[in-house]
């Protein structure tokens, strides 16, 4: 950290919250929804990636097997996610949306459509490839990081 600008490091931290807190992510529910972020962004990462096993939504979005289980539950019982067995092995148990949840998540990407659509208006074509290359390429550098880290512990 001693080569990096700690005013840079500082800023982009207070950009990072502030964004966290206009996404609403500091409110008990997301998105015009009555779910937590995390329901949210299952229902989310479902939808764009096709079933999954509650193991596998762990790994995506960094939570413990205990809070998936219950956030899973939950979501079934609302009927947003249908739960199956895998004819060639019980154990697994793909989670899929049903019609509610293919409902829910239309008006998920059109809520984020709205806001982003909305924040990226007032600024010009180059601002708005600025906005997203900076972005994605912020994200890419965090999952590394955050990669590395973890091989790094596992070696410890």
């Known amino acids: 950290m001693n080569e990096l600008d700690l005013d840079q490091i500082d800023d982009i931290r207070a950009a990072s919250r502030l964004m966290v807190r206009e996404l609403g992510f500091m409110e008990a529910t997301v998105a015009a929804t009555d779910y937590p972020p995390s329901a949210v962004h299952t229902i989310l990462e479902i939808g764009i990636r096709g079933p999954l096993t509650a193991m596998q939504l762990g790994e995506i979005l960094h ?47 059109a809520f984020g459509r709205h806001q982003v659509a909305g924040a990226l208006a007032p600024l010009s074509e180059r601002e708005r490839r600025t906005v997203r290359e900076g ?22």
């Open 63 to 109: 939570l413990e097997k205990s809070s998936v289980s219950r956030m899973v539950r939950k979501l079934i019982e609302s009927g947003e996610l249908n739960e199956a067995v895998d004819p060639d092995d019980a154990r697994i148990k793909p989670l899929s949306l049903t019609a509610k949840g293919r409902r829910t998540l239309a008006a998920l990407h």
């Open 135 to 156: 972005l994605l390429l912020y994200a890419r550098a965090l999952k590394a990081w955050r990669t590395a880290e973890e091989e790094m512990d596992s070696l410890a």
